[in-house]
Every structure is written in C-alpha cells, then in structure tokens.
C-alpha cells in the first residue's frame, strides 16, 4: 500500500460519484482542481475502502432539532459510545535510537464516525460526499465534535502537515492527518546485533472516556509504505489493536489503540565488521600452539595482542548501546573469546614451566584442536541460548 502527499491548497470539492460541482467563480481554477480531486481519490483512503461504508442511523435526540455549534460541544450519540474506527499508516521510520529510547515517527492516521447532525441532503449539495483539504479542513474540524486523540507515548511536538476532511451525506465522517513526532519506544537488545525489535504508538481519545468513546482498529488504512528504505532495518510486520485501559489523569478507563511495528536489524555490518574479524584474531592467537620451544614472552605477546584487539573492539560495538545491565549476544561473544584468549595464555605458561619438552609438545598438540572445537562449540551454545 503505497502513499501519496496531499495538495495543501485551501479549496472544497464537491465530490459525487457522477460529477464534480464548482461554484462559478472558480471556473477558472478549473485544472487546478480537477487535479486536486484526482489526487484526494488516489490519495487518501476513502470511507468505502475503509471498511467502514454502512451508512449512519439517526440519533433520535437531533431528529427535528435545529442544531447549533454549541450542540457540537456535546457527543453525537445519545445512548453509549461512539464508535470510532481508527487506522495508522507508516510512511517511514527515522531516528530509531536505542541510546534515547526513542524514534521518529511519520505517517497517516484515519478516523472514521458518525455524527448525524452533519447529515445533509445531497440533492441540494450536488453530491453525495463533502470533502475538505488543507487550510479548508483545518478550519472545518473546529467546527465538529472531533475524537481529540494523541499519541500517548509522544517526547516531542506533533507537527501535521496534510489534512482531509470528508464529510458524506449520513452524517458519516472521515478525518485524514498526516503527522510527524517522535515516540518513546522500549528497545531489548539481549539478540544484538541479530535483533527484532517492536516499536509502539498508543493513540488515545484525551477527554472522552470508554463509556463516551470506543476505539475500533480499521485494518483496511492499517499498515506501512514500501517506498521507503533504512539502511540499518527491515519493517517486518504492522499491526494493531485495542484495549479499554486505566489513565492516571481520570477515574474513568479510556479506550486506547495500539499500533505495533515489528522492524528487524540488517546484521551485516557487524556479522562482517566486528564477528568475523574477531573470530580470525581469535583464531591467529592459536599459533602458539606450533611454537616450538619459543620462550614464554614471545608466546604471550601473540596471546596479549588478540585480547587488546578484544577490548577494542568492545569498545567499538558499545558506542552505539545503551549501558543496559544484562549482557547481549555480541558481548557473549566477546567475552567468550575473551576468556578463551587468556586460557591461552595459561596454557602457555604451563608449557613454559614443562621441565621435559616432550610434555609441551604434547600439550600443544592436544590444544591444537581442543581449543577451536571449544571456542567453535561455546559459540553455537551462546548462539543458542540467546536466540532460543
């Protein structure tokens, strides 16, 4: 499911399923609006493929009452709560930040309710569905009983950028934003750098309650764009949901939705950057087991240069991480190689201590493939371990 940006010209269209009707002074705009109508059909989903068509029934407490704007103050349904079917569309992910516990959001949110005070009749109107774009929705939506939703988990502004409003002949109302914030998110890195990771973003009404309000996940706008790439995840999955949960600010449970994005890491650079050579220093130590009858230090040194590269390399994977207290799949790794290179060390001044070189010899032999098969094998349990 692709995405497309919306005009931001401040103009209404009328728009039917027959025809488009214009007032007179704008014939000349015509090109421009044609486009513009094109665009919103392309562009953002409409209440049919919404899942959402089935048309609104009349409220009894607005039949025969001449509605007011203060009457838009109140819910436009009188006996339980409005339904409101919500969906968030992921246009691209930026700025995920496991060192701030965050990541920057862009996409597209719908919702979708009736109100049947805004039920019209499309004989006068010329169409059988209103819709607004840009400044002219803006301006539309302060007028409405709107759901007043935001993102529970937000660090930072919301900024919108495209805006449609369409409003169909029942009453049934379809709210299109676009927006850009940054989300608070909870990264476990315990598989790094062979990690999955579940990014949130929990939409919530902030004063109707769930006795007022009810969200209802709408799968149909629900999902996330193929047009963009990040060079160090995969989106995986999108998915969402709700729930009826306890709020610190009222007494009253709120209805919440929440959205999940399943990303993956792409693993290259550190399976060819840091693992692999790391395993081939790893490896260049044990050749001090063919050493024959070298003296300790020269032994060591080789031993001491593989642990100094360890440590560097340490340090180099944990620039990018959180000082987390548990031990993640990369730092398994070094700390096996770790202790396997300073074992090395002790064989070698067990060697070195041989008073009959036959001994040493024999010891070297016998470490020759002990200690691949020991280093070969403790990977593929840490490996496993972590994975499993």
Sequence with gaps: MGHHRLNNAGNRLCCSKNFLCLSPPRIAAIPKIVAGFLLLIISGPSIAESGVDQLCEP????????????????????????????????????????????????????????????????KEEGSETLAYHGLAAEEKTKSLWTVQGFPINQVGAVASTQRVLRQRFDGRISATLNFDTKLAADYDLRRFPFDKQTLTLGMESFAWDASQLVMIANHGTTGFSNDFIMPEWDIVDVFAETMITDV????????????????????????????????????????????????????VRTSATGILTIVAYQFMAAKD???VAYLTLIDKIMVASFILLAITVVQSLIVSRCSDPEVGRRIDRNARWIFP???????LLVVAATMI
């Design 321 to 323: 991480l959180p000082r």
């Design 248 to 299: 610190a600010r009222s007494e009253e449970p709120f209805s919440r939705l929440l959205l999940s994005i399943v990303i993956e890491r792409k693993s290259g650079f550190y399976l060819w950057k840091v693992l692999l050579p790391l395993l081939i220093i790893v490896a260049l130590s044990w050749s001090v087991f063919w050493m024959k009858d070298e003296k300790f230090a020269v032994r």
């Design 59 to 122: 409220d009894p407490r607005w039949v025969g009452v001449e509605v007011t704007q203060a009457d838009f103050q109140l819910s436009p349904k009188s006996d339980g709560p409005v339904d409101i079917h919500v969906g968030l569309f992921v246009n691209e992910l930026r700025e995920i930040d496991a060192m701030a516990d965050t990541f920057r959001f862009l996409g597209t949110v719908t919702a979708t309710w009736c109100d049947p005070r805004l039920a019209f009749d499309p």
């Design 373 to 379: 098969l020991a280093y070969v094998g403790i990977i």
